[in-house]
């Protein structure tokens, strides 16, 4: 239950403007100064009660998901989603209920998940289509909703062994740019059109980027400009030279003729965790092949000892990058990477192989660059 809990996994779903690159403060200069008053503490929004109690409820209606279809209630888990939004439409945990929805189909466990997750997601698509025909909702709900609904409806198409409809998906982008071209919602769907872009038509990709880095909504341009940057990895070589956390020098141009992972992370991300024991076994098992690991740590200033500790407590004895500057990650500035764990596997070219490899992914990718 405590993955339900966790807000939108902008989780690490950072963005690079918020906890990954940190907040600058900016300072009021005056010929006067003030008088000196007492700091009050920022305010907390009390918790509603009764929104707790609705929004338990529509925990609940998941059930056990390691089970299958045991006490799975599809109406409830998202009717009470609804009802939540239209009584508190401002609330934070709107976009942790968000996520749930979207991301239900993908928990559903068991010998009977195909069958229990392809009728979820035909009920979930019926009743959001009937949802959104009320152009009634707050933005923020709105535009979220139709984020939803764009993913189901890829996860349909995709199970059903089908290509995506990228016609159907940037439609849907349009709409919700009309009625609220910077909502946060808009990106992510603009995130995932660029992946099944990449993956179904990748000879489309550059020049999407390049559009979209033209955008006037600066989180759009930036993630075209991100995305371009990695995108330029696959015909030139990553280029990246520091002095590691423990005072090493690493080039990564010397490290040609190896696979390299450049693995994004931090002490505080969750996901970022549960993958280092994937990192540490592909070592083991590739690491005499020429498999070496690349740390880029997302740790703030404040918390450089944490990160040393945990780096010697957990013996990830390769380098990693730490930003001893403090301030805005520029690597992460860089490729505009919104959420970590993020990844960057290198051939032995040094050109970008693949971001993608999480989980049993990265095994995969190393059995094919370094053999069986």
Known sequence: MKSFRSLFRFSALVGLSSVALALVAQETVSSTPPPVTPAAAPAVPAIDPAATALWREHINGMGDRGSGEKNVNYGQVINKALEFFQKYPTERRVGGILFNVASFGEWIKGDDAPRVRKEWRAFLQNRLVETL????????????????AAKNDLAIQLEAGG????????????????????APYRTFMEQEYLRQLEQHEPAAVEAHLVELSKNEIPDLANLGNGQLAIHALKTTPMELKFTALDGSEVDISTLRGKVVLIDCWATWCVPCIKELPNIKAARAK???KGFVVVGISFDRIADRAKLVKFVADEKLDWPHWFNEAGGPNPFGKKYNIRSIPATFLLGKDGLLVTTETHGAKLDEALTKLLGP
């Open 163 to 182: 290509k995506p409809d990228l016609a159907a998906l940037k439609a849907r982008i349009a709409t919700v740019a009309a009625r609220a071209p910077a």
């Open 286 to 288: 590739w690491g005499d």
């Open 133 to 148: 025909r009320d152009d009634t909702w707050p933005d923020n709900v709105w535009s979220g909703l139709h984020w939803v």
